[in-house]
Structure formats: structure tokens, C-alpha cells
């Protein structure tokens, strides 16, 4: 899906903003976020569905205020998968009816919260937690209302860490298992069924893991349906993948409509929970170039991001685009890796990059409004970057960056 960051003569713009004014103003390293491609990510999604499906966007994805306060005005629902994400759901202004609750691990004390709210659903992820979501609804004289994460052992053909339906992953309840767990629900006084939840993976880039998955979810909600459960909605989970390089994923009109054929005319609401396919190339990252050093073996770009700020290269061996900001450079082009200052040797953004560079100037890594920026840590006693939202010639701070002062608050010394 393309994107609100352009060349104008060779110059970056974010939106109506040169990247270099903005890098000027905030300075570096900086995520700047684009209004208009988060909008239209949003829209593409929620046009190829009826007026009673949902989109949930996965808070996890990129979770600053700004972005979701843009996508509540929207009317977006949220997916979430912890107590602080509800919080930031509610502080941006979040519809609690349309929170979808998933992860494996909810506490007594989020099952509470979440409850006391009234969110739409608990994606539940096993027994133990079913057993605990009951207790805790009881307690509060409510009815909780739930779907079972079944995991439908396909393979999503992704990364290995981004995989989440195989067998051996640890979410999810075994789809093979699921008929007996929902009669266990149905016989919880806490409890109220409404729905299947299915998330296989990310970043994947065909359409036949999602139907082999709905092919397995529809069986079972056919099979409930004659044991007498009844199934209100399908949550098909998010997963649909982005260009990082020169991968082509479907298109989510082309997920939809595929869905919607296999779906016939089953009744349920459609429920997706899209978090990259929305974030992902709605933001990037700015970095300076430091220093330059060539050894006998390679030419490093040393920049001021680091696997702090964007550690998908380091964690996930993930390739992303890296350009410069003005192209229009006299310096030599060369083969660069791109590092950052950080004492790890797997501490880069890019490795052989071809690129014309001098000390001094900008870089700017694509692709990272999703699984970037949330990431990041303080290692090394680095403060975590400024996040910025460009809205046409408008620009709004949405994340300041990080101060060695806050970095030392709650630290004690002996
Ligand atoms: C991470 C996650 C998503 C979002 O996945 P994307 O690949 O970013 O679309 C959706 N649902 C659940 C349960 C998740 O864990």
C-alpha cells in the first residue's frame, strides 16, 4: 500500500514537510508518522467490509497516543494485549466496546479492569485462564464475554518468531481440543460465548495460510453450531504483511473478498486485528550520519539510531529499506553498513547498503511505523527517540524524545 513519504526533486518530504526541516526541529534519530497514510491504511481495511464487521488495530504494533487518538476519531476499534495497553487505549479517547482483550497471560487485576470497562471481548488462550476470567466475573457479579484462540497448526510461512500457529507455538489453544473447551465455557456461569479468535503470524505475504485457517475455524463453528453454541463473531486476527523490500502481499480487499466467499452466507461478524498492514510504512526513522570508517574488510556508517531505537534488523534479521534525505549529494557512492553506536555487533540497521554519503548527513530507514519505535530500550543509557506526526504542513510532537534526567528517575544510589 503506498505511503505519504515522496521524493520532491530528489528531497524527502513527509507529507507537505522536507524530512530535513523536521530533522532540523526535532532533531535526530526521530520516528515522523504520516496522518494521511494511517487514514488511508485505516480505510482500505474497513472499505472492504460490511458495516457490522470491526477492525481492531493492534495496539502492540505502534501504540503512541497520537497514532491511536487519530485512529479512535476514526472509529477504529483496538486489539490489545495487556493492562497498560487498555490504559492507553482509554487515554486516547478508545471506545471500551470495541476492545478486543488477546494475550496469554492476563492478570486477575486486567481481567478486572478490562470488565469494570466493558470491552467487547477476552481473546482466551487456555484453560487455566478461562478458569481465572470466570472467577474474577463472578466475583464482580458480570458476565464476561469470551472467545477461544484456537490455534490451527498452519504454517504462516513467515519468520520463525513472528510464527503463531504452528503446534509447537505457545499460543492458542489446539484447534483439535477447541469443541471440548467451549462446552467447558458454555458450562461457566461467568461466562458468555460470542466468538473464535484465530491469529496465525505476521508479516505474511500470501493468502493461503488465512484460508487454510478459516477453512479449520469454519468446521469447528459449524460443529459448535450443532453441539448448540453459537458463534456471533469471527476474529480472524491481523497478519497481513507490508513491502519492507520487494515482497508483495496481498492486498486487504484481496484477503476480504477471499474470506468472504469461504464464509458464504454464515451470519458472523467479521472481526480483523491489523496492526502492520496499518502502522508499517506510515512511519519512518531519521538518523544522522556520525562518523565514517572504512577497514580493510568493509565501510561502516556509523549513525545516531541503534538497535535501542529499531532492533527488527538484530532480533529478526528483518531488511529495510535504508535511502538518503537529499539524493541529490555529490559524495561517491559505496557500500555501507549502516551501525549504530551501541556495543553489540549486531547493532545495525542495514548491512552493504549502496549509498552516497558524507559525515553529517541524513539517512532515513522505511517501513518503520510498526514493531519499531515500541521496541526500543534504553541500553547503553540511551533515551528513546521523539516521535512525530506530520499532518499535510503540519507537525505535532507526539513523543518527546527521552532526557538522561528521566532515563535516572526511580534509580536510587546505595
Ligand atoms: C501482533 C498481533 C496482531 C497484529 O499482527 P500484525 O501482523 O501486526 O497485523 C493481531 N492479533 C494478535 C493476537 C497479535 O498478537
Not at 537529499?326 to 551501541?342: A, L
Request: hydrophobic share 40%.
Amino acid at each position: 500500500m503506498s505511503n505519504h513519504f515522496e521524493y520532491r526533486d530528489g528531497l524527502l518530504y513527509a507529507e507537505d514537510i522536507p524530512v530535513e526541516e523536521l530533522a532540523n526541529q526535532y532533531g535526530t534519530p526521530l520516528y515522523l508518522y504520516s496522518r494521511a497514510t494511517l487514514t488511508r491504511h485505516y480505510r482500505v481495511w474497513t472499505e472492504c467490509l460490511s458495516e457490522e464487521d470491526m477492525i481492531c488495530y493492534s495496539v502492540k504494533a505502534n501504540s503512541n497516543l497520537g497514532v491511536l487518538s487519530l485512529l479512535a476519531k476514526l472509529g477504529s476499534g483496538f486489539d490489545i494485549v495487556s493492562g497498560g495497553e487498555l490504559e492507553r487505549v482509554l487515554a486516547a479517547g478508545g471506545d471500551p466496546a470495541r476492545i478486543v482483550f488477546s494475550g496469554l497471560g492476563k492478570t486477575a487485576e486486567d481481567m478486572q479492569r478490562a470488565l469494570e470497562v466493558g470491552v467487547h471481548c477476552f481473546n482466551i488462550e487456555s484453560i487455566p485462564e478461562m478458569e481465572l476470567l470466570n472467577q474474577v466475573a463472578l466475583e464482580q457479579g458480570q458476565l464476561a464475554p469470551v472467545s477461544i484462540r484456537v490455534n490451527p497448526d498452519v504454517d504462516a510461512k513467515t519468520h520463525p518468531y513472528i510464527s503463531t500457529g504452528l503446534k509447537e507455538n505457545k499460543f492458542g489453544i489446539d484447534i483439535s481440543q477447541a469443541g471440548d473447551i467451549y462446552q467447558r465455557a458454555a458450562d461457566l456461569e461467568g461466562l458468555s460465548i460470542v466468538g473464535i479468535d484465530c491469529h496465525i503470524g505476521s508479516q505474511l505475504t500470501e493468502l493461503s495460510p488465512f484460508l487454510d485457517a478459516l477453512d479449520r475455524v469454519l468446521d469447528l463453528v459449524d460443529s459448535l453450531g450443532e453441539a448448540g453454541i453459537q458463534i456471533e463473531h469471527l476474529d480472524l486476527g491481523g497478519g497481513l504483511g507490508v513491502t519492507y523490500e520487494s515482497e508483495t502481499p496481498p492486498s486487504p480487499a484481496e484477503l476480504c473478498a477471499a474470506i468472504k466467499t469461504r464464509m458464504g452466507d454464515r451470519p458472523q461478524q467479521l472481526i480483523f486485528e491489523p496492526g502492520r498492514s496499518i502502522a508499517g510504512n506510515a512511519g519512518i526513522l531519521v538518523t544522522e550520519v556520525q562518523i565514517l570508517k572504512s577497514t580493510e574488510a568493509k565501510n561502516f556508517a556509523v549513525v545516531d539510531a541503534a538497535m535501542n531505537d529499531m532492533i527488527r534488523p538484530s532480533l529478526y534479521g528483518a531488511y529495510m529499506n535504508i535511502t538518503e534525505v537529499n539524493q541529490n549529494s555529490n559524495s561517491p557512492e559505496k557500500v555501507w553498513d549502516v551501525v549504530g553506536t551501541v556495543c553489540e555487533s549486531a547493532d545495525f540497521l542495514g548491512k552493504d547498503r549502496k549509498l552516497k554519503i558524507a559525515e553529517g548527513d541524513l539517512l532515513v530507514q522505511h517501513t518503520a511505523g510498526a514493531y519499531s519505535f515500541v521496541m526500543s530500550s534504553n541500553y547503553n543509557t540511551r533515551g528513546r527517540a521523539a516521535e512525530v506526526l506530520v499532518d499535510g504542513n503540519q507537525s505535532h510532537l507526539v513523543r518527546e524524545r527521552e532526557t538522561v534526567a528521566d532515563l535516572l528517575r526511580g534509580e536510587h544510589v546505595l
